[in-house]
């Protein structure tokens, strides 16, 4: 907020939220789902946030959109994907359908020079797709060589109809 503050911004529609990165992907998504149904019906409560926020948030209009996730800690990004198992039931499908999921850019390390297969299997355990594979990838980008056998990568796909409605708990 400090930096809003600087960067002479304030009069720019921009939140600063503090959160954990779970709670905070849940909060976002949950913007979105179908508010008429009183069954789907979002409790701000429960994700812990303040009443300043809580107030915001209801002043949002229903069914934002989400385009893109951005998870930038290589170190271990790649374990949050879990937090989208089943995130989008009760989204409306009409603005998430199979070909308008919101796609995730993830860095991550990788111990082999072109990790893509340790990463996808990395990525498969996270979100229990077994399923997922190169075809699911947009793009991969090397950021760096960290060590002579250390490797940063930014992966970018879609995430997964199956993943985002599926209903189940596993």
């Known amino acids: 907020m400090k930096n809003i503050k600087l960067n002479k911004l304030s009069d720019k529609n921009i939140e600063g939220y503090n ?17 008429d149904n009183k069954e789907n019906e979002f409790e701000t ?40 198992k089943g995130l989008f039931v009760g989204c409306d499908t009409k603005i998430y359908n199979k070909n308008e999921l919101p796609i995730v850019f993830v860095n991550c390390f990788s111990l082999e020079s072109y990790g893509l297969n340790e990463i996808i299997d990395r990525i498969k355990k996270a979100m229990n797709f077994e399923e997922f594979s190169e075809k699911n990838i947009l793009s991969v980008h090397n950021i760096k060589d960290v060590s002579p056998k250390k490797y940063m990568y930014c992966v970018s796909f879609k995430i997964p109809w199956e993943v985002a409605f599926n209903k189940n708990d596993n």
């Open 19 to 35: 959160m954990d990165a779970r709670e905070f992907i849940k909060f976002c998504v949950n913007k979105s789902k179908i508010f």
């Open 45 to 84: 409560n429960c994700y812990s946030i303040s009443k300043d926020e809580e107030l915001n948030f209801n002043k949002q209009e229903k069914n934002l959109k989400i385009d893109y996730f951005y998870m930038n800690l290589p170190k271990d990004a790649i374990e949050f994907l879990d937090v989208f």
